[in-house]
């Protein structure tokens, strides 16, 4: 158990909908980052938060977006869902020192785009 | 940019068996770290290891160790005395310095043959 949990598990949504992912993270931990896993593939990095603020995001286009809370939590919002969407969403969270922080994930979303 | 490569896409050993999976990776950087990540079939992703690039000795977690060679930017996970929940996918995973963001390798699929 890595202490980060992530909601819902599973998810089935239509094209052109929208979705709301969630993420818990660790105790005392303060920097989240969302990852795309395809099925099949290696994740593939969205974003990062670090108190509340962007801090870095991969090539992804801006229908991907996301909020931090003050309490650490974070939400991935995705609009226009599109059939590649379709895959497993995994958060990690870690506490954010010297900058060389080992990420912690969750059990991931699946995501199912029809 | 970073790129994390494996070059074994599936692996399988017999239980009680020593097996070692591939990692190769390109930085220009200097002073980095490196992580095996094991992903079961229940999808979460769970820190095998860790190693830092300034470290000569290898990182070793009970029954897990690395042949990191820092020279030739390889990066190998060897299992000794494998057992059945060792069954996992197996990612390769290099952090972007600043934001921590991971690069994934592809991934290896192995199984332990009972």
């Known amino acids: 158990e890595t202490g980060v949990t992530q909601s819902p598990t599973h998810l089935i949504k239509t094209r052109g909908q929208q979705v709301t992912l969630r993420c818990s993270s660790q105790?005392?931990?303060?920097?989240v980052s969302w990852y795309q896993q395809a099925l099949g593939q290696g994740p593939q990095f969205i974003f990062q938060y670090y108190r509340e603020e962007e801090n870095g995001r991969g090539n992804f286009p801006p229908r991907f977006s996301g909020l931090q809370f003050p309490n650490y939590s974070s939400e991935l919002n995705v609009n226009a869902l599109e059939l590649d969407d379709s895959a497993l969403y995994l958060c990690a969270s870690s506490r954010r020192t010297s900058g060389k922080e080992t990420q912690y994930f969750g059990p991931g979303t699946r995501l199912l785009v029809l | 940019a970073q790129t994390v490569t494996q070059s074994q896409p599936e692996m399988s050993v017999q239980e009680a068996e020593t097996v070692t999976l591939s990692c190769t990776y390109d930085t220009s950087e200097n002073n980095y770290y490196l992580f095996w990540y094991k992903q079961p079939p229940s999808r979460q992703m769970i820190l095998v290891i860790r190693?830092?690039?300034?470290?000569?000795q290898n990182a070793t977690e009970n029954r897990f160790s690395v042949n990191f060679q820092k020279a030739a930017k390889s990066f190998s996970l060897k299992i000794s005395d494998s057992q059945l929940g060792d069954t996992a996918m197996y990612f390769c995973?290099?952090?972007?310095?600043?934001?921590?963001?991971?690069?994934f390798g592809t991934g290896t699929r192995l199984t332990i043959i009972p």
């Open positions: 995973a290099f952090p972007n310095f600043g934001n921590e963001k991971l690069t």
């Open positions: 105790s005392g931990h303060n920097t």
């Open positions: 190693q830092e690039a300034y470290k000569q």
